[in-house]
Nanobody, 121 residues
Framework: EVQLVESGGGLVQAGGSLRLSCAASGFTFDDYVIGWFRQAPGKEREGVSCISTSDSSTYYGDSVKGRFTISMTQNTVYLQMNSLKPEDMAVYYC????????????????WGQGTQVTVSS
């Protein structure tokens, strides 16, 4: 079965760190873009970061630049989140698309189930 499974969410104090994982199964990382998105209650889904599996090029949203780092291994994409803020609290999703890197959620067609990140102030 082709799927993405997120893990690593949890409760952390402001200023702390978490590392999210997005494990892929049923396909290989040949030429895809894997993106991380987040959605807080009452807000639209926001693109956080993405990485090209073909050349490892990366992109970050302005709100996370300098704090979050995306990386990948053979079949897993990671999101290292440092200096977490209360406004980072959301459900985090990873997703896959074919094509050029973008943080537009509508361009992705395979989604994981999400993992909750809670940041206490």
């Amino acid at each position: 079965e082709v799927q993405l499974v997120e893990s690593g969410g949890g409760l952390v104090q402001a200023g702390g760190s978490l590392r999210l994982s997005c494990a892929a199964s049923g396909f290989t990382f040949d030429d895809y873009v894997i993106g991380w998105f987040r959605q807080a209650p009452g807000k639209e889904r926001e693109g956080v970061s993405c990485i090209s599996t073909s050349d490892s090029s990366t992109y970050y949203g302005d709100s996370v630049k300098g704090r979050f780092t995306i990386s990948m291994t053979q079949n897993t994409v990671y999101l290292q989140m440092n200096s977490l803020k209360p406004e980072d609290m959301a459900v985090y999703y990873c997703a896959r698309r074919v094509g050029s890197p973008t943080t537009a959620a509508s361009d992705y067609n395979l989604w994981g189930q999400g993992t909750q990140v809670t940041v206490s102030s």
